[in-house]
């Protein structure tokens, strides 16, 4: 028996512009190989940061594109961090919690599992730690929960941290994956552009491609292109390369205009199956993204269920900090004929350790 995943973070290899992908790299091969495949500035490619500065009315200067989201965030995090208080969500994208305990960060939490944020216990910590270093959070379907933020949250936030420039990291790995509601702005143009930005390429074309952004305060961006250069020389520009080349053909938003349609096929799928095989469970709605919170009964342990499951996989909430009775679904990592079956073999797992 194959085992259906839902555990994963990306996509599955249908879901990825593979063919577009290939003959854009052979193009920026054939054009550009002399720049590609040398040494480059540690700031990233500088075709594709122009592009991203347009997109974002911001100064070149300012984009700075790593490999991958999760190696710019250790940049930013990297003797920054020792002893000072730090926000975090929790639950959360466990990675970014794990560099934090190994930069020797004082972490504070911030509560988002009922999907929406305290933003009253977050004023009272802005306020109370004047030496905050550092405040991540994901307004736009959540990692792991799904759940977005509101216009006024955001708005509040966004008056917020405007007062601390450069403190707020913004997670908006998912923000452009929305297939049903209306789009929101994000923190980071409600707060005048004071705050970072932040994304992945690895949802909205591909995981493999390892391409992250981050917008930062002028200072800052001089100061990690230089950490990036002492620390791994220069990027890997074939890859931002291709991306660029990928969006600047007009691939990017067809590309995630036909993604939004499959996503919300897999996530009506998904609250299909749950339905069906988990009715006495809850979840999430999400109206993007790729990910969904199941919730079990109350003194479910999710994780021991899981270990024993077979032919599926997915997250249990010790994974990401979460509750043991809670589980996280990617509905993006497999095929959508095989979601329904995962599903009932999830079910099946949990079935036993579901209390009476």
Same mark, same amino acid.
């Given at each position: 028996m194959s085992t259906i995943s839902f555990a994963g973070d990306g996509l599955a290899s249908e879901l990825v512009p593979a063919e577009e992908l290939a003959d854009c790299a052979a193009t920026v091969l054939a054009q550009d190989a002399g720049r590609v495949l040398s040494y480059g500035t540690g700031a990233g490619y500088t075709p594709l940061r122009e592009l991203i500065a347009e997109w974002?009315?911001?100064? =070149?200067?300012?984009?700075?594109?790593?490999?991958?989201?999760?190696?710019?965030?250790? %940049?930013? +995090?990297?003797?920054?961090?020792?002893? $000072?208080?730090?926000?975090?969500? #929790?639950?959360?994208?466990?990675?970014?919690?794990?560099?934090c305990f190994r930069e020797g960060a004082n972490v504070i939490y911030a509560d988002r599992r009922e999907g929406d944020l305290n933003l009253d216990d977050i004023e009272y910590? %802005?306020?109370?730690?004047?030496?905050? $270093?550092?405040?991540? %959070?994901?307004?736009?379907?959540?990692?792991?929960?799904?759940?977005?933020?509101?216009?006024?949250?955001?708005? /509040?936030?966004?008056?917020?941290?405007?007062?601390? =420039?450069?403190?707020?990291?913004? #997670?908006? &790995?998912?923000?452009?994956? /929305?297939?049903?509601?209306?789009?929101?702005?994000?923190?980071?143009? @409600?707060? #005048?552009?004071?705050?970072?930005?932040?994304?992945?390429?690895?949802? &909205?074309?591909?995981?493999g491609l390892?391409?992250?952004?981050?917008?930062?305060?002028?200072? @800052?961006?001089?100061?990690?292109?230089?950490?990036?250069? +002492?620390?791994?020389?220069?990027?890997? @520009?074939?890859?931002? +390369?291709?991306?660029?080349?990928?969006?600047?053909r007009g691939f990017f938003e067809s590309n995630l205009e036909r993604l939004?349609?499959?996503?919300?096929? /897999?996530?009506?799928?998904? %609250? +299909?199956?749950?339905?069906?095989?988990?009715?006495?469970?809850?979840?999430?709605?999400?109206?993007?993204?790729?990910?969904?919170?199941?919730?079990?009964? =109350?003194?479910?342990d999710a994780a021991a269920a899981l270990e024993r499951a077979e032919g599926v996989a997915a997250l249990s909430g010790p994974a990401f900090g979460g509750m043991p009775n809670t589980v996280r679904l990617n509905f993006a990592g497999c095929a959508l004929e095989e979601i329904e079956p995962g599903i009932e073999r999830l079910a099946a797992a949990l079935s036993p350790a579901l209390p009476a």
């Open positions: 974002l009315f911001v100064h =070149p200067y300012r984009v700075f594109v790593t490999n991958g989201w999760l190696q710019g965030f250790n %940049l930013l +995090a990297a003797g920054r961090l020792g002893g $000072a208080p730090v926000l975090l969500e #929790d639950p959360m994208f466990n990675p970014v919690l794990r560099v910590q %802005l306020r109370t730690n004047p030496q905050l $270093a550092l405040a991540y %959070l994901t307004p736009s379907f959540h990692n792991p929960t799904g759940h977005t933020l509101t216009l006024e949250q955001r708005g /509040r936030l966004a008056r917020l941290f405007q007062r601390r =420039p450069g403190v707020l990291v913004e #997670d908006d &790995s998912y923000g452009v994956l /929305r297939f049903e509601g209306e789009q929101l702005p994000t923190i980071f143009q @409600l707060a #005048d552009q004071e705050t970072i930005w932040s994304t992945s390429f690895s949802c &909205s074309i591909a995981p390892r391409v992250g952004v981050f917008v930062l305060p002028g200072n @800052l961006a001089a100061e990690l292109t230089a950490q990036a250069n +002492a620390t791994y020389i220069t990027p890997a @520009l074939l890859s931002q +390369a291709t991306v660029y080349e990928f969006a600047r939004r349609g499959l996503l919300r096929e /897999r996530r009506d799928a998904m %609250l +299909a199956a749950l339905e069906q095989h988990l009715p006495d469970a809850g979840w999430t709605r999400p109206d993007g993204g790729i990910f969904l919170l199941l919730t079990l009964p =109350p003194g479910t």
